[in-house]
């Protein structure tokens, strides 16, 4: 067990210690390309500070040929007098060009970049803002930082030995003959201060470095470093060892309580999960949440061992704006994203109430409390489907600018791709979409009409906007989509019936023996003796055809109960057959010979008035 604790904490600790230090290696990488901008920023000064400094320079060679005239001319008071106020013009010329370069340094210094110079243990002691002849800014700086390290090397190194010295131009601050940075009029103008005292302070700075490395080489401050990173190691060790220990007790009380408070997670009838499984979930979480801990306690604990090593006290605040960073970023993410957040609450909040009441209204038509001329009841459910997807994609337009990321390329280049494959994806059932749109405002049919579409017979159980399914009389479900039922015939037995009725009909060939009175008369009886067949109007018989061998008749009669056509027609073909045998009709079609010559009739002996004895 103890092993396993060291090893996972030997693994993450060399994880940790390599992303920070690659990190550390990319932002030494970048600084050129900050270098770059920083140089971008300064354009324009630069600019003026040339033009600026050339006429300094030129009124500096006036004034010093002024000032020598002056000294010759010791008598003659008026050409003195002449002489002072060109020197005193020159000198206010100088006191404005300084002002003018001061207050745009003070423009700049929000925006520019600062490049480090670093101390021994990686900590800033100053920044560099400006470039110095041939060297850019970030160029000063690491040169200034390894000059200054190169002072670790001198046993001999005291505060005193640093001397600031002011060559005209620049205070140079020197290490014997070792000039370790040069202070310009810029350098001060950055810093608004004045050359000899930011020259002094970067001497205080750089001594004080120096000082603070020697005392922390030492054997003993090391010795009492190691000694503090030790225990530390070891604490952290038994904080692991006892949270495996506390988290492997808590497993233990898991398992003990299945069947006892651990039961069956069950939602109405359904269980969706019993005890035993609702058990490993509860494990499994255990378990995560252990190493998170675990984890959590270690990446927090490095930072504080870092920080005894002064070589290692950057890598702390590394790791720490590693976790801390994302946190606030987040924070403030939230924070500023809450005006838009609460504009989009607004904006469904409304659309919401505004289809509740598109809804009511359509209820009320649907139900026939509301009534609008033209408008059918039927209608009142797809307008409303359609009204509330255009209000929805309405609302999605007005929300889309206050999505977070919604001006990223990323963001639109997804949008579009969704929207080309929902396109090409969906060309099918967008065609039956529109065929079912078309055929709710045509109204060929409703639900529980029977109708023939096509081929198929049957009544009418769904419509949607894709499919229509029917019931056939067989109890057979058949969906057929819109699009095939617009490119077919529809027949609709039940739209009429309930006031004109539906006229079924089936036809029967008799011979030309038969008088047409006689088989008009057995036609109509058995179509009156057929349940659900209307007494008013009457049934009637046509003609249909006039063939060589028999003629067509056609009983013709109402029904208010097209959906029962099967049964109907069942029981008008027994009745045909009971009411022509009952007239001594014979049914002889399509085509039936018979010779009488003594032969038997096709008419059955319960129906012979004359029945042959046995």
Known sequence: MMKKVLSITHVLILLLVHSACFAQKKDSVS????????????????????????????????????????????????????????IKKLEEKQDEGYTLRKAK?????????????????????????????SFSAADRADAITQRIKKLSNSGTFTSDSLIVADNGTACEVSYGETILVSV?????????????????????????????YHSEISPTELLKEIGMAIALLGLIFLIIFYTQKLFKWTALKISGQQDKLIKSFSVTNYTILDSHKLTQVILFVNTVVKWVLIIVLIYISLPLLFAIFPWTSGLAEKLLSYFLNP??????????????LFTIIVIVFVFKYVIKLLKYFAD??????????????????????????????????????????????????????????????????????????VLTYMRAFKIGDRVKIGDITGDVIEKSLLVTRIRTPKNEIISVPNSNVMSSHTINYSSDAPEKGLILHTTVTIGYDVPWQDMYKALIEAALRTQHILKDPKPFVLQTSLEDFYVSYQINAYTREPGKQAAIYSELHQNIQDCCNEAGIEIMSPHYRAGRDGSTSTIPESYRKDKPEL
Do not use: H
């Open 31 to 86: 600084t050129a390309g900050a270098d770059s901008v920083n140089t971008a920023l300064l354009a324009d000064y630069k600019k003026q500070y040339t033009k600026l400094e050339t006429q300094r320079l030129q009124d500096s060679i006036k004034k010093s040929a002024l000032q020598q005239q002056l000294e010759m001319l010791k008598n003659d008071k008026t050409a003195r007098e002449d002489l002072q106020q060109q």
């Open 105 to 133: 340094i003070d423009s700049l210094r929000q925006t520019a970049k600062s490049f480090p110079v670093y101390g021994f243990f990686d900590d800033t002691l100053f920044v560099i803002y400006n470039r110095l002849g």
């Open 184 to 212: 310009t009029e810029d350098d001060a103008l950055w810093n608004n201060t004045s050359r000899k005292n930011l020259a002094n302070s970067y001497k205080v700075k750089i001594s004080k470095a120096i000082n603070e």
């Open 327 to 340: 946190i606030k970023n987040i924070g403030r993410s939230v924070i500023n994203y809450l005006p838009n």
């Open 364 to 437: 009320e038509i649907k139900t026939g409390k509301l009534k609008i001329d033209g408008f059918y009841p039927d209608w009142a459910s797809p307008s409303f489907q359609i009204i509330r997807i255009i209000l929805y994609a309405f609302m999605f337009t007005v929300i889309f600018p206050y999505l977070p990321g919604s001006e990223s390329p990323v963001f639109k280049g997804v949008s579009v791709f969704l929207g080309v494959l929902f396109t090409f994806g969906s060309s099918g059932s967008l065609s039956n979409v529109m065929s079912g749109l």
